[in-house]
């Protein structure tokens, strides 16, 4: 099975900031890669699939980049509603699986 | 309207069995798998299985794999999760989610509401 391991764990930074979470996968996924958003009790949303497409009605300083296995999540200038954990996950191979999270705090 | 609503909160003893439903409607039930996810109290993201409607052709998680089952019923548009036998571990949230087609990447784009699940004596 294929493992995801997102870094860091946690973050936190200041609105305006560049922020960026990495994921790595444990072997190829190809493109087949998304970010997902989830807000304290809320229902995970879609921000990026395939690795770099944002997707409709998420904002464009959303952005998702790839360089083999590893896989970018880059907020370019942080905004207070950005506050959530972000989970990556590979959909290349069955079973699919998500990275274990990570947090994103507003300073 | 693509709309994914789930059957409401259950609380369960051990042992006891559970089915919980994923109601879809806005779109054709047919074209996109179903996956399902788990979530613990205060805990990350897992993904149980999925399920292909037309023929049900369904994958697990070996994590999940002979735990649970998951089913359609394509005439309502409607998938399942199953256990058998419920254990306090299986206390979580719940999510259903449809996944997109090849040319939007496998990902889950719309999400149920979550079904909470409390197993306990």
């Known amino acids: 099975d294929i493992q995801m391991t997102q870094s860091p764990s946690s973050v936190s930074a200041s609105v305006g900031d560049r922020v960026t979470i990495t994921c790595q996968a444990s072997q190829d996924v190809s493109s087949w890669l998304a970010w997902f958003q989830q807000k304290p009790g809320k229902v995970p949303k879609l921000l990026i699939y395939?690795?770099?497409s944002l997707q409709s009605g998420v904002p464009s300083r959303f952005s998702g980049s790839r360089s083999g296995t590893e896989f970018t999540l880059t907020i370019s200038s942080l905004q207070p509603e950005d506050s959530a954990i972000y989970y990556c996950?590979?959909?290349?191979?069955?079973?699919?699986?998500f990275g274990q999270g990570t947090k994103l705090d507003i300073k | 309207e693509v709309q994914l609503v789930q059957s409401g909160a259950e609380v369960k003893k051990p042992g006891e069995s559970l089915k919980i439903s994923c109601k879809t409607s806005?779109?054709?039930?047919?074209?996109?798998?179903i996956g399902w996810v788990r979530q613990m109290p205060g805990k990350g993201l897992e993904w149980l299985g999925i399920i292909d409607p037309r023929d049900s052709d369904t994958r697990y998680s070996p994590s999940f794999q002979g735990q649970v089952s998951i089913s359609v019923d394509k005439s309502i548009g409607t998938a399942y999760l199953q256990w058998s036998s419920l254990k306090a571990s299986d206390t979580a949230m719940y999510y259903c989610?449809?996944?997109?087609?090849?040319?939007?990447?496998?990902?889950?784009?719309?999400w149920g509401q979550g079904t909470m699940v409390i197993v306990s004596s």
């Open positions: 806005g779109y054709r039930f047919t074209s996109y798998w």
């Open positions: 996950q590979q959909s290349n191979t069955f079973p699919y699986s």
């Open positions: 989610a449809r996944r997109t087609s090849i040319t939007s990447g496998f990902a889950f784009d719309f």
């Open positions: 395939g690795a770099s």
